[in-house]
């Protein structure tokens, strides 16, 4: 397995209005961000409603994505549910169906670990696998912070290889960075700061506008190697427009909506997930059509 890296879309799962899998719309929108330059996908994560997902469905995404997927890019599936144990039993379903390069663990929602208790709950997970695991660290939605101590600590576990980090903390990214061990892959979580954490070392970015704009996303990655920072300066500038609709509706109909509007049918949220206002969506082509020109 390769380190992950690059753009790595965290893919929403089509859903229709009573929560049920569109596996047709699943295919189209693994095409989509495949097609646009994506260098991974990334499924089951918070973007992906796996909070709203039963087993059988969770099963299905993996299903449906590592056959659709065949090997074009590298694929990546979350396994953040609230306990360890509820965490090691989707672990396990992803190992069960194969063709799963890695996990992604999001820090317990719902409550507050300790850092101890953060440590034992990702070895646990890390130990009931042979998937490798990467961290999840996104304090404004969890609000439970994985300290860069904790994250330290964790990066010498066996199977424990990366982290993704929406904190937004340049700084906090940076140390980890600076004092990580060699093949520990950080990839920036806040899609507004792809282009800063490239420059001080991350490996990628795990984008959740990824799935509207992939180009553009991709790009900032590709420019950036390329050795162009003007042009990924300007794919990073332009794609700001789109991270600021983001939360200006329930998370993350802005992300389906903006697919729609790209021309992909991402169906619905789940409940009670279901209003955008027609203001936001009139302001949300504006935007979707300037980056699909860029």
Same mark, same amino acid.
């Given at each position: 397995?390769?380190?992950?890296?690059?753009?790595?879309?965290?893919?929403?799962?089509?859903?229709?209005?009573?929560?049920?899998? +569109?596996?047709?719309?699943?295919r189209h929108v +693994? %095409?989509?961000?495949?097609?646009?330059?994506?260098?991974?996908?990334?499924?089951?994560?918070?973007?992906?409603?796996?909070?709203?997902? %039963?087993?059988?469905?969770?099963?299905?995404?993996?299903?449906?994505t590592v056959e659709?997927?065949?090997?074009?890019?590298?694929?990546?599936?979350?396994?953040? /549910?609230? !306990?360890?144990?509820?965490?090691?039993?989707?672990?396990?379903?992803?190992?069960?169906?194969?063709?799963?390069?890695? +996990?992604?663990?999001?820090?317990?929602?719902?409550? !507050?670990?300790?850092?101890?208790?953060?440590? /034992?709950?990702?070895?646990?997970?890390?130990?009931?696998?042979? $998937?490798?695991?990467?961290?999840?660290?996104?304090?404004g939605r969890t609000?439970?912070?994985? /300290?860069?101590?904790?994250?330290?600590?964790?990066?010498?576990?066996?199977?424990?290889?990366?982290?993704?980090?929406?904190?937004?903390? $340049?700084?906090?990214?940076?140390?980890?960075?600076? /004092?990580? @061990?060699?093949?520990?892959?950080?990839?920036?979580?806040?899609?507004?700061?792809?282009?800063?954490?490239?420059?001080?070392?991350? %490996?990628?970015?795990?984008?959740?506008?990824?799935?509207?704009? @992939?180009?553009?996303?991709?790009?900032?990655?590709?420019?950036?190697?390329?050795?162009?920072?003007?042009?990924?300066?300007? $794919?990073?500038?332009?794609?700001?427009? +789109?991270?600021?609709?983001?939360?200006?509706?329930?998370?993350?109909?802005?992300?389906?909506?903006?697919?729609?509007?790209?021309?992909?049918?991402?169906?619905?949220?789940?409940?009670?997930?279901?209003?955008?206002?027609?203001?936001?969506?009139?302001?949300?082509?504006?935007?979707?059509? !300037?980056?699909?020109?860029?």
């Open positions: 397995m390769s380190s992950p890296h690059g753009s790595i879309p965290a893919l929403v799962t089509p859903l229709d209005e009573e929560g049920d899998l +569109l596996e047709d719309s699943l +693994l %095409d989509h961000v495949i097609d646009g330059g994506s260098h991974g996908v990334f499924i089951l994560g918070s973007s992906g409603e796996i909070y709203a997902l %039963d087993d059988r469905q969770k099963r299905r995404v993996v299903e449906i659709h997927v065949a090997g074009r890019v590298p694929i990546y599936a979350g396994a953040s /549910e609230i !306990t360890t144990r509820d965490c090691i039993r989707t672990a396990r379903m992803v190992e069960s169906v194969g063709g799963v390069e890695a +996990l992604s663990v999001l820090t317990p929602y719902f409550m !507050t670990p300790t850092q101890g208790e953060l440590v /034992e709950h990702f070895s646990t997970i890390a130990g009931s696998t042979d $998937l490798p695991v990467v961290l999840y660290n996104n304090p609000h439970v912070q994985l /300290e860069v101590e904790t994250v330290l600590r964790l990066s010498e576990v066996d199977g424990i290889i990366g982290l993704k980090d929406s904190a937004g903390d $340049l700084g906090r990214v940076r140390r980890i960075l600076a /004092e990580r @061990p060699e093949g520990f892959c950080v990839l920036m979580g806040m899609d507004a700061r792809i282009l800063p954490a490239l420059e001080a070392g991350a %490996d990628g970015a795990i984008a959740s506008t990824g799935n509207v704009v @992939p180009r553009v996303v991709a790009g900032i990655y590709d420019a950036f190697r390329a050795g162009d920072g003007a042009r990924a300066a300007e $794919l990073q500038e332009a794609l700001g427009a +789109l991270r600021v609709l983001v939360d200006r509706a329930t998370f993350p109909l802005v992300l389906k909506e903006g697919l729609r509007l790209a021309g992909v049918d991402a169906g619905s949220c789940a409940a009670p997930a279901r209003e955008v206002d027609p203001a936001l969506r009139e302001e949300l082509r504006e935007v979707v059509d !300037t980056l699909s020109a860029l």
